[in-house]
């Protein structure tokens, strides 16, 4: 059984990516370390102990990631994360406090032990900034070798960004993060907005988890449902809400459900269109690409897994 990572900005769609992680017999998610974005990483590592103590997995570790980009003095949450994730992060729903507390080891830390102890076994997959694993590669870069593979949410190769038309939400926290993984080397797989925003969730989806009357069924439906309101303002034209956290999940488990590009990437850190996601000239030519692009996904195999995944947890959860 493969082991899995999550690193984490928790707002709504990466709480749908624990449920899809726990609710997969394929992986063991051996824990999630904590980062910021959607919200503040106290906020963040509050919210992942809440989730995974509601959905019957309180065995699951938390670990405290870096607060801000390391060129960074501090972070602040923007007004258009609140508007689509809530203050809290989860859609403005109230779940009850766990009573455990993330653990005294760096998120750092973890992933290079995690790297070192299972290797190949170990995929890692990242769906806020990517300040944790850039640290990590700093302090032991040979775990660029020795990890089987990192699959994250973030960038936009093919269509324009979210932040800028360039730029992507998660990529745009910590460019100079982002850019010292896509040319590490090390084994990487961008799911960005080029697939994320085909994948698409409805009022008709959370009403099957409303039905199921569970709390964790319930809690899933009326989180969600605060984020498809959110992108009946900010995308209109989508008609749903983009699973875009829980699709490198998915992704990570079972690569066949979407189609890449292989090109090796780099990330623009300086200039007007720092933030952007784009092929590496220098290394266009190299015969080793160590990244793959997602371009093309199979939209409903992956939304009926999706679906069924989640909603068999949430049921058994109760």
């Given at each position: 059984?493969?082991?899995?990572?999550?690193?984490?900005?928790?707002?709504?769609?990466?709480?749908?990516?624990?449920?899809?992680?726990?609710?997969?017999?394929?992986?063991?998610?051996?824990g999630i370390t904590g980062t910021y974005g959607n919200v503040?990483?106290?906020?963040?590592?509050?919210?992942?102990?809440?989730?995974?103590?509601?959905?019957?997995?309180?065995?699951?570790?938390?670990?405290?990631?870096?607060?801000?980009?390391?060129?960074?003095?501090?972070?602040?949450?923007?007004?258009?994360?609140?508007?689509?994730?809530?203050?809290?992060?989860?859609?403005?729903?109230?779940?009850?406090?766990?009573?455990?507390?993330?653990?005294?080891?760096?998120?750092?830390?973890?992933?290079?032990?995690?790297?070192?102890?299972?290797?190949?076994?170990?995929?890692?997959?990242?769906?806020?900034?990517?300040?944790?694993?850039?640290?990590?590669?700093?302090?032991?870069?040979?775990?660029?070798?020795?990890?089987?593979?990192?699959?994250?949410?973030?960038?936009?190769?093919?269509?324009?960004?979210?932040?800028?038309?360039?730029?992507?939400?998660?990529?745009?926290?910590?460019?100079?993060?982002?850019?010292?993984?896509?040319?590490?080397?090390?084994p990487v797989t961008m799911v960005g907005l080029d697939v994320?925003?085909?994948?698409?969730?409805?009022?008709?989806?959370?009403?099957?988890?409303?039905?199921?009357?569970?709390?964790?069924?319930?809690?899933?439906?009326?989180?969600?449902?605060?984020?498809?309101?959110?992108?009946?303002?900010?995308?209109?034209?989508?008609?749903?809400?983009?699973?875009?956290?829980?699709?490198?999940?998915?992704?990570?488990?079972?690569?066949?459900?979407?189609?890449?590009?292989?090109?090796?990437?780099?990330?623009?850190?300086?200039?007007?269109?720092?933030?952007?996601?784009?092929?590496?000239?220098?290394?266009?030519?190299?015969?080793?690409?160590?990244?793959?692009?997602?371009?093309?996904?199979?939209?409903?195999?992956?939304?009926?897994?999706?679906?069924?995944?989640?909603?068999?947890?949430?049921?058994?959860a109760g």
């Amino acid at each position: 059984m493969k082991k899995m990572i999550l690193d984490l900005d928790t707002g709504v769609d990466d709480t749908l990516a624990i449920s899809y992680a726990l609710g997969s017999p394929e992986v063991e998610l051996i824990g999630i370390t904590g980062t910021y974005g959607n919200v503040l990483l106290e906020q963040g590592m509050r919210n992942d102990l809440a989730i995974t103590d509601l959905l019957g997995h309180s065995e699951v570790k938390v670990y405290p990631g870096l607060p801000h980009a390391e060129k960074a003095d501090s972070f602040s949450v923007l007004p258009v994360s609140e508007f689509i994730h809530g203050k809290n992060g989860i859609g403005d729903i109230e779940i009850p406090d766990s009573s455990r507390r993330p653990e005294s080891q760096s998120a750092v830390d973890f992933i290079i032990d995690a790297v070192k102890t299972y290797g190949d076994d170990l995929v890692y997959v990242p769906t806020g900034p990517m300040t944790n694993i850039a640290a990590a590669l700093r302090k032991a870069p040979e775990i660029k070798d020795r990890i089987g593979k990192i699959v994250l949410m973030g960038g936009a190769l093919t269509v324009c960004g979210n932040v800028s038309a360039w730029t992507e939400a998660n990529i745009s926290q910590d460019p100079d993060a982002a850019n010292e993984l896509f040319r590490s080397g090390a084994p990487v797989t961008m799911v960005g907005l080029d697939v994320t925003l085909q994948t698409l969730l409805t009022y008709k989806e959370t009403k099957r988890w409303r039905d199921l009357g569970t709390k964790a069924s319930t809690f899933l439906a009326d989180m969600t449902d605060f984020y498809i309101k959110a992108y009946e303002t900010t995308s209109p034209h989508l008609g749903g809400c983009g699973l875009h956290d829980p699709l490198a999940v998915a992704v990570a488990i079972d690569p066949t459900l979407v189609t890449t590009l292989p090109i090796n990437m780099q990330v623009d850190v300086d200039g007007p269109t720092r933030g952007r996601t784009i092929g590496d000239n220098t290394r266009l030519n190299d015969s080793h690409k160590s990244m793959q692009v997602a371009v093309g996904v199979d939209v409903q195999r992956f939304l009926d897994e999706f679906m069924t995944r989640i909603s068999r947890l949430a049921e058994q959860a109760g």
